[in-house]
């Protein structure tokens, strides 16, 4: 079986060729006016120590735990920034104590009970994708132990309704064999994180995980139609219904939890039928407004393109996709009953008015593989890749997303550029651009999404990558953003972040049930809120 890399992102044999190395060396040297650049050697596991268990299983339990060295360092850290810098530069001083396989539902109920009964804290790992620090292990020390639950045993399709288009799916499955599955009865659910080839059905609603549409079906949300969540205090399982008006909706409380509350271990999700139709075209733009005008009008406009990204002129030259004159909009649409050309043509109308420029490609269904859409898409899926290999450098290249409404869109993102450039030169000393790509679009409003690189060596760069993260948060929500549109809360988003966004009567009541379902707090402390009467220990506060 291939392995997992503990320090960085997917399997030990995938790495940048030499040139690839060499030729971030040089961008690396060029942007910071650097005679040499040093690279950290990808750490060896032999060379990492680590604390012994503090735990031992009970016998009943000894057969779904794992004190195995490997597994411990993978399931230590997610895939953040500040994750993949601790793990190339080896540090591992909390790692869980064990990791837990269940293979059914009974083992996590059994494995929860015994954790309760014991002071021990569960992390749900979902995948491991968790770039907020959501399946950190670091809990603090008022707990015995520290146990990562891995879900990836319960990866079964259980049952598919044709009729209604739905399937009941168990939350370990990950994401590429869901959709193998399904393919083979002509389905789909079409939701494409980044992470998407190392993240569950079972995190993607824990975390209301944003996919591949930019509108319309933008979040999980929109695919759940039931689930069962294993709690501590037992089993929280919904109806399912299409549709229900039976007071606040118990799906909406699970959905977003974060593992505060339970394990998600089964979910019914809506379906589609897969598209046959496709219809794709990228317009460039001379002036960011009109771009920013087309695309409000676009997504006013009822068509529901299921990818409608705007990429400003410098996060299109950094990804292939243009030469850094032009913004562009790329736009695609897709289905599995009609052509879809009469919406591309009616949005390309839109762009027009707006001084857009484009040259429609000849009708392909693999249009939107091609071009300046092509070369943005598999930037997009290398991204992981090539941070790692900053990372080795010491240069921090990270992202941040918000969300905010169309009234106040311009600015918002002219604000959000300048006071966090502003924020990395004071920071570091040195000059940082930050760019911007508008991921989602809603009829009342739009998610940007901006991306950043400064300075920074081996032994500085978690401190500073810290405080350009608490300057991000702080910049996001004190201009009336959100701390995150999709890429969850965690620890990393709660300072000057989500603990001051989030209303304080709605803390009191989500404290409050987490009372109700898990009254010993063992349920990944520190995420959201923390545990009443225990104390946990956060890096980032």
Not at 12 to 28: A, G, P, S
Not at 45 to 52: M, P, Q, R, S, V
Request: net charge negative; aromatic share 8%.
């Amino acid at each position: 079986m291939r392995k997992r890399k503990f320090w960085g992102w997917g399997y030990e044999d995938e790495l940048l060729t030499e040139d690839e190395e060499n030729n971030i060396d040089k961008r690396i040297a060029t942007t910071f006016n650097l005679e040499s650049v040093n690279r950290i050697d990808i750490p060896n596991i032999n060379d990492i120590d680590l604390l012994e268990p503090r735990i031992k299983s009970t016998q009943s339990l000894e057969r779904i735990l794992s004190d195995d060295k490997l597994e411990r360092l993978n399931h230590s850290y997610g895939k953040s920034f500040p994750d993949s810098a601790r793990s190339i530069l080896g540090h591992f001083p909390h790692p869980p104590d064990l990791v837990a396989f269940p293979n059914s539902e009974e083992d996590v109920t059994n494995l929860l009970d015994w954790s309760s009964s014991n002071d021990i804290a569960v992390i749900p790992y979902g995948g491991g994708s968790s770039v907020c620090g959501g399946v950190e292990t670091f809990v603090g020390d008022d707990y015995k132990g520290v146990i990562s639950l891995d879900m990836k045993n319960l990866d079964s399709i259980v049952d598919i309704d044709r009729d209604s288009r739905t399937a009941l799916i168990q939350g370990g499955i990950f994401g590429p064999d869901l959709e193998a599955k399904l393919k083979k009865h002509d389905l789909t659910m079409r939701h494409y994180p980044q992470s998407f080839e190392f993240s569950t059905l079972g995190g993607w609603i824990a975390t209301r995980s944003g996919g591949h549409y930019a509108t319309l079906y933008t979040h999980i949300d929109d695919f759940v139609e039931s689930l069962k969540m294993i709690t501590p205090s037992g089993s929280y399982e919904t109806r399912r219904l299409p549709g229900s008006g039976a007071g606040p909706s118990p799906d909406r409380f699970a959905i977003g939890s974060e593992g505060i509350m339970g394990i998600i271990t089964e979910a019914s999700m809506r379906l589609q039928d897969r598209p046959t139709y496709r219809s794709s075209c990228t317009v460039e733009f001379e002036q960011y407004v009109n771009a920013l005008n087309a695309l409000r009008q676009i997504s006013q406009a009822g068509l529901f393109p299921a990818n409608c990204r705007l990429l400003d002129a410098n996060e299109a030259l950094f990804n292939g996709a243009g030469d850094g004159t032009k913004h562009l909009l790329i736009l695609a649409f897709e289905s599995s009953d009609h052509d879809k050309t009469y919406a591309l043509d009616r949005a390309l109308d839109i762009a027009k008015e707006n001084e857009g420029l484009f040259k429609k490609p000849a009708e392909s269904s693999n249009a939107h593989r091609s071009g300046s859409s092509g070369s943005w898409r598999n930037s997009f899926i290398k991204a992981p890749y090539l941070r790692e290999s900053f990372t080795r450098r010491g240069i921090i290249q990270d992202t941040f997303e918000t969300s905010i409404t169309w009234d106040k869109s311009m600015s918002f993102i002219e604000d959000i550029k300048e006071q966090t450039a502003k924020a990395i030169l004071s920071i570091t000393g040195k000059p940082s651009l930050v760019t911007c790509r508008i991921t989602h679009s809603y009829p009342d409003g739009l998610a940007p999404y901006f991306t950043f690189g400064a300075f920074a060596t081996p032994e500085t760069m978690i401190d500073i990558w810290k405080d350009i993260k608490l300057a991000t948060n702080e910049i996001c929500v004190s201009n009336n953003g959100t701390v995150t549109h999709h890429h969850a809360v965690g620890r990393d988003h709660r300072p000057r972040g989500y603990d001051h966004q989030r209303p304080e009567l709605f803390s009191k009541v989500l404290r409050s049930a987490k009372s109700s379902l898990d009254p010993k707090g063992i349920m990944n402390p520190g995420v959201l809120i923390d545990p009443e009467g225990k104390t946990i220990n956060n890096w980032m506060s």
